[in-house]
């Protein structure tokens, strides 16, 4: 797995409760939105140039998680559907997104409560974000598409010991998706800010040479009561899942979560905290 050329954007606030829960809704306060359901703002957590500073780092990986330096950072998972998309410009602009393939992300996050931007609190080196190495093919990003049928579980590891770390969540429970989501993506590249936890968007894209293709993290999901008093220690496994709700049960899920070991059409991201 090697995107090293591809640009890397979150999507924040896109599942209800999630800021909430992750102490992150009052660095949004400010931000104001056309909707109360709408997501707050797009996110950098990688940029192919030099000239991007500590967003330059790769930070991708499908089987580590790096532990931060500073040992007294709370890290948590956050588990999410990542979608790789063509990127089209026009003028230097982007006029639209393809999505052509999806799967199992972990958007892992340091709660750093005084940090400026929301990118310092997800890239701070190699091996420090998630994606599985199983991805599954995208036709249509249309309601009705295959990805309408899957769902999103989260679980977490520790001395043998498997727990449910988020909601097991539909697809369909983001905010904003389809459609909606690929426009407000692209008026977010073209025109989003660089105001408070927000970066300019479109100066990251010109400096990396206009990318033409990109990873979009779409939202993390809530919390379990577990998950949301929990942070990750070294030892500890970080297990996301990106399943066909119509094929498989949560219970499967679990077992397979349990044993670590997942069929070829379900995007698993299993990764070691070291």
């Given at each position: 797995m090697n995107y090293k050329n591809v640009i890397g954007f979150g999507v924040a606030g896109n599942f209800a409760g999630h800021l909430e829960q992750a102490g992150e809704a009052n660095d949004f306060l400010a931000v104001k939105t056309q909707e109360v359901v709408q997501p707050k703002a797009i996110f950098p957590f990688y940029v192919p140039s030099e000239k991007a500073g500590f967003l330059s780092v790769y930070p991708l990986s499908s089987n580590k998680l790096r532990f931060p330096d500073n040992s007294g950072d709370n890290l948590q998972i956050e588990p999410e559907i990542a979608i790789l998309c063509h990127v089209i410009y026009q003028n230097n602009q982007v006029v639209k997104l393809i999505p052509y393939s999806f799967g199992a992300y972990n958007d892992c996050?340091?709660?750093?409560?005084?940090?400026?931007?929301?990118?310092?609190?997800k890239n701070w080196g190699a091996e420090t974000k998630?994606?599985?190495d199983t991805l599954i093919p995208l036709t249509s990003f249309e309601l009705g598409g295959e990805i309408d049928k899957y769902r999103i579980a989260c679980f977490h590891r520790r001395e043998e010991k498997t727990e449910i770390y988020g909601l097991d969540s539909p697809a369909l429970g983001y905010s904003y998706f389809h459609t909606?989501?690929?426009d407000w993506i692209v008026d977010r590249m073209n025109n989003q800010p660089d105001q408070g936890?927000?970066?300019n968007i479109a100066e990251l894209l010109a400096i990396a040479d206009y990318p033409t293709e990109e990873i979009i993290s779409i939202g993390a999901?809530?919390?379990t009561e577990f998950g949301e008093s929990h942070y990750l220690q070294k030892g500890d496994t970080s297990i996301v899942v990106v399943y066909n709700g119509e094929k498989?049960?949560?219970q499967q899920i679990l077992?397979?979560?349990?044993?670590?070991?997942?069929?070829?059409d379900i995007s698993a991201l299993i990764q070691q905290v070291i």
């Open positions: 996050s340091i709660r750093r409560p005084n940090a400026n931007k929301i990118c310092e609190k998630g994606l599985s909606k989501l690929l936890p927000m970066n999901t809530r919390y498989y049960t949560k077992e397979m979560a349990q044993a670590q070991s997942f069929p070829d």
